[in-house]
């Protein structure tokens, strides 16, 4: 089955630095997603991006944070200046179309640790 | 808002023993229920869904029945593997919006040979 791949596995980094998770959505896809897990909380959705612009972000996503997908094939997520809270395990998705149901695909994820 | 309440783990298991995860829900309108699990240094990968109250969704052994009356969606496997061992997550979305998933906190899954 085609995969969705994050890089790095881990990230670790000091407060105030900026930090850019990649992702590579399989081939095909026309939607992506990043959501992230702080550790023993929820998985929380953060933005939703359809060519090549946001159509959703949660409150969780400031100025802070922003996406692109820069080459057609990466789909980044960049944290401008980290802080401590922003440690968590970030996961991206992405799936074919927008049609209910259709199944969303998700990377293995990247543990960021911001210290 | 949406939010979806799973129990809390780990959960230790010999193999073959009966397992239940449950997980309830509060939404409004019909929500679509997921579970999704994630063995160890992988991604999050759909099991099973339900689009409708009394449907019932299955795969790899794994049985959830959406149960509208009692906003539940728990778990079942009659006989568990130690390959089962992985993180379970309980999700749902919304009729209007299904790319936003929203997820339980995950129940930690240990079957022990």
């Known amino acids: 089955e085609p995969e969705v791949t994050q890089t790095p596995s881990h990230q670790v980094t000091q407060m105030g630095q900026e930090v850019i998770l990649r992702c590579v959505p399989i081939?095909?896809?026309?939607?992506f997603y990043w959501y992230r897990q702080i550790l023993g909380q929820k998985v929380e959705f953060l933005v939703s991006?359809?060519?090549?612009?946001?159509?959703?972000k949660s409150e969780i996503f400031d100025d802070q944070f922003s996406v692109e997908r820069p080459d057609g094939s990466n789909f980044t997520l960049k944290i401008r200046s980290t802080k401590l809270e922003d440690s968590a395990m970030y996961f991206c998705?992405?799936?074919?179309?927008?049609?209910?149901?259709?199944?969303?695909?998700f990377g293995s994820g990247t543990q960021l640790s911001v210290l | 808002g949406d939010s979806v309440t799973q129990m809390e783990g780990p959960v230790t298991l010999s193999e073959e023993a009966f397992l239940t995860i449950n997980c309830t829900y509060t939404?409004?309108?019909?929500?679509?229920l997921f579970w999704y699990v994630q063995y160890p240094g992988e991604g999050l990968q759909l099991l099973l869904k339900?689009?409708?109250?009394?449907d019932k969704g299955s795969n790899k052994g794994f049985e959830a029945t959406y149960r509208k009356e009692t906003t539940s969606f728990h778990l079942e496997k009659g006989s568990v593997q130690v390959s089962d061992s992985a993180v379970y997550f309980c999700?749902?979305?919304?009729?209007?919006?299904?790319?936003?998933?929203?997820f339980g906190k995950g129940t930690r899954l240990h079957i022990l040979p």
């Open positions: 998705a992405s799936r074919r179309e927008g049609r209910l149901n259709e199944k969303l695909f």
């Open positions: 081939s095909n896809h026309l939607y």
């Open positions: 991006f359809y060519n090549n612009e946001i159509s959703e």
């Open positions: 939404a409004t309108g019909y929500p679509s």
């Open positions: 339900a689009t409708k109250a009394d």
């Open positions: 999700a749902l979305s919304s009729v209007n919006r299904d790319d936003k998933i929203i």
